[in-house]
DNA sequence: GCAACCATTGACAACGTTGACTATGGCAGG
DNA sequence: CCTGCCATAGTCAACGTTGTCAATGGTTGC
């Protein structure tokens, strides 16, 4: 692999000359400059990176861990959000997914400081409150998808809430009165939040709340769903919509829904969490849903991280983003 | 951030000393490694890997470069084989996705190039013949789920022919006579070896070719399952085992063979293709389905980069790997 | 008692680049 | 004609490591 001084000599100049036209210095004549690139061209040089990284003490690269990236479909929007925002800046992601190990954790955040990554994100697939890896404060830190209980550390993750209360708001919108609500489990961080956004629709709508409308899955499975929607459907009166709180139960509340012979959205509304493309835009009749903001929750932690270097300093910012409604065609 | 220099004058020894101790020579008496060890605590060192690097020349580094990695569910596994196999060797991964933009393909490989990592894997969401993104050869490199039209270049792909024998078979051996084939657009690379396979299990067996059992899809989805699994019902006999050359299809299918009030398995067996997991565990009866070996080839792509490195030179080896099957309830 | 060896440690250069500084020569202004 | 400036180019050190080689001092073997 050629180099700086070899692209000299070819070019009968001196290396300083070959590195202020590779890094676009006004400083040199037009005429050598040309000579330069010529040489560059013949000898197939590529600046290398790791010196020059050495050299200015910078390295362009950002570190991100995830807690696991296979079992969910999550990691990869998250990635490319990261990705993108990285990439605007020349900045390229160094990736690493530990898969619920401690050890790993630790081990990828120490290798990624040594590499001298100028930044880490870190992300979970689910949204959580977390125990950070240990040494990650050694470098600026945006937390994704998570969030440190003191909130020492930046961190970028949806409103849940929100999310919750415009499902909920959606159906009602629609002329729904009897709105029920199969939950995710109840450790979910995320199942307290939704359950207040429906709740606090019902309210600002007028509705009454009814207890025996509001149901908790064990794990969130279709299976879950499936029982829970068939309660639901014993009630009387049935509810004429469900907010289901992901996409699987969705899926097994349709099939519950189905066996009765009951049309969805005509007889009941159908409205789900998520945004699991699988699930959602393959659903019969497709399903509408509240959508997980990952790209831009990873975009964010990007950007956060970028400013932070520009700045000299990361502000501990806790940022909350929407989740958008996905209109499709089961409410 | 402390450098090796700090850690030598806080233990009152030379610089390379430390260097000997951080590397695990042995000729470094015990009394001054421990003496070594505590500055580098107290001092919270952490060894330069840039500069170890640029002065080692090897960076330990793999670029893994994706066609793309949103849109469909299989970038994930290829990424964690690729990052399991390059962890357990003390690599680590560079990863960027191109989203399909042959211009950043090319510069991704270039960045990639110049960070010196020592190897690239080009890997494709879809089983293709590809045209190699320029550069790439200046690196050793792997297509993993792709191929170059000329072998030039080492490949994992998964044998889609065994993979559509095997299905078909197994359909066979639960005593199915009337299989019917839904294949994926013809286009898709994948689709002429599934039918392949499909056509060599009936004729092993002994049973006839029928063509009117075996339908094309136009893209491959949902809908396109329903319709053509509609049409195959209609037929005198209908079949009574379907398999269909992707999940989605199959889910589709599914709507279909409910909606005639048909039950699976007891009244025609399904069987899919990709093990795409939040459809095929969640359709219910769960789908009995051919798994892409997509996290065993990340993992091969990489160990035959890690053996080329070892050896001096890579083989451009053409490995096509097994499609489990993944037994679930539909057959 | 001396040579030879071994264990331990250090000095120095090198990896490929950029930053700080210096040198050259041509030209404008007095 | 001289001074000073500008455009251009070059020299050298430094970034933080590791490789090569040399130095030191103590111990072993004869």
Redesign the pocket.
């Known amino acids: ?1 050629a ?3 070899q692209v000299a000599d070819a070019a009968h ?5 070959v ?1 202020r036209v ?2 676009d210095d ?4 037009a ?2 400059r040309a000579r330069v690139i010529d040489a560059i061209n013949t000898l197939g ?1 590529r ?2 990176l790791i ?2 990284n ?4 910078r390295s362009h690269l950002l570190g991100f861990v995830a807690d696991e990236i296979a079992t969910t479909p999550f990691a990869v929007n998250l990635i490319k959000g990261a990705q993108d925002a990285a990439w605007k800046r020349g900045f390229m992601l160094m990736i690493v997914s530990c898969d619920n190990d401690a050890a790993r954790a630790e081990g990828a955040v120490e290798t990624l400081l040594e590499r001298k990554v100028e930044g880490v994100v870190y992300a979970t697939m689910r949204h959580e409150v977390i125990v950070p890896p240990p040494h990650i404060d050694e470098a600026p830190s945006v937390f994704a998808n998570c969030r440190a209980e003191d909130g020492s550390v930046a961190s970028v993750t949806p409103n849940e809430e929100r999310g919750g209360f415009e499902a909920t708001e959606t159906l009602i919108h629609r002329g729904r009165q009897r709105i029920a609500l199969i939950n995710l489990e109840p450790g979910a961080t995320a199942a307290q939040a939704r359950l207040a956004g429906y709740l606090r629709a019902l309210t600002t709508h007028g509705l009454p709340i009814d207890e025996r409308r509001i149901r908790n899955t064990d794990d969130g499975q279709p299976d879950d769903g499936f029982r829970r929607m068939d309660e639901l459907l014993d009630l009387t009166p049935p509810p004429d919509a469900v907010f289901c709180a992901n996409d699987r139960i969705a899926m097994g509340a349709y099939d519950a829904i189905k066996a009765r012979g009951l049309r969805i959205p005509q007889d009941i509304s159908v409205i789900g969490f998520d945004n699991q493309e699988v699930i959602a835009a393959y659903l019969r009749p497709a399903l509408t849903t509240m959508a997980l903001p990952h790209y831009e929750m990873g975009y964010w932690a990007v950007e956060h991280l970028l400013r932070a270097l520009d700045n000299g300093a990361i502000s501990p910012e806790q940022v909350m983003l929407p989740c958008p409604l996905v209109r499709r065609a089961s409410i």
């Not at 006004?26 to 004549?29: D, F, I, Q, R, Y």
């Not at 050495?54 to 003490?57: E, H, N």
């Open positions: 692999m180099t700086i001084k100049v001196s290396f300083k000359t590195s590779i890094n006004p400083n040199v004549s005429t050598t040089y600046p290398n010196a020059r050495m050299r200015t003490r």
